[in-house]
C-alpha cells in the first residue's frame, strides 16, 4: 500500500513558478515508477511527468518540456514537479501517481495504481 500526499499548490501569476511535492508512505517508494498528472475543470485528466524508479530516466508530454522537471530523493520518499513560465493554460489540479518499476508507458494513467488527492494550481493572467 502506498499514501501520496501532494503540496506546494496555489495561486500565481502567469511567468511565475511553482514547486509541487509529494510526500510517499510505504516501504516500496523506490521501486516505483512516479508520475504527475493534471486535469483541468471540464477536460480530460492529461499526462504530465513521469520518473523512473531510479530518477536516471524521465518523459514529459510534448507540450509541457522545457517548462516542468520531474525529480526524485528516494532517501525522503518524496517526487518533485518544478513548473516554471506558468500560462494561464497550466490551471488545473495536479495529481502524482505510482506504479510498479515497469518504465513501459509511463504516460498511461490506467498504469498507475495509487493516486494522491491533487493540489490546485492556479495560474492568474
Known amino acids: 500500500q502506498v499514501q501520496l500526499v501532494e503540496s506546494g499548490g496555489g495561486l500565481v501569476q502567469a511567468g511565475g513558478s511553482l514547486r509541487l511535492s509529494c510526500a510517499a508512505s510505504g516501504r516500496t517508494f523506490s521501486s516505483r515508477v512516479m508520475g504527475w498528472f493534471r486535469q483541468a475543470p471540464g477536460k480530460e485528466r492529461e499526462f504530465v511527468a513521469a520518473i523512473s524508479w531510479s530518477g536516471g530516466s524521465t518523459y514529459y508530454a510534448d507540450s509541457l518540456k522545457g517548462r516542468f522537471t520531474i525529480s526524485r530523493d528516494n532517501a525522503k520518499n518524496t517526487v518533485y514537479l518544478q513548473m516554471n513560465s506558468l500560462k494561464p493554460e497550466d490551471t488545473a489540479v495536479y495529481s502524482c501517481?505510482?506504479?510498479?518499476?515497469?518504465?513501459?508507458?509511463?504516460?498511461?494513467?490506467?498504469?498507475?495504481?495509487?493516486w494522491g488527492q491533487g493540489t490546485q494550481v492556479t495560474v492568474s493572467s
Open positions: 501517481a505510482a506504479k510498479t518499476r515497469n518504465w513501459a508507458t509511463p504516460q498511461d494513467f490506467l498504469q498507475y495504481a495509487y
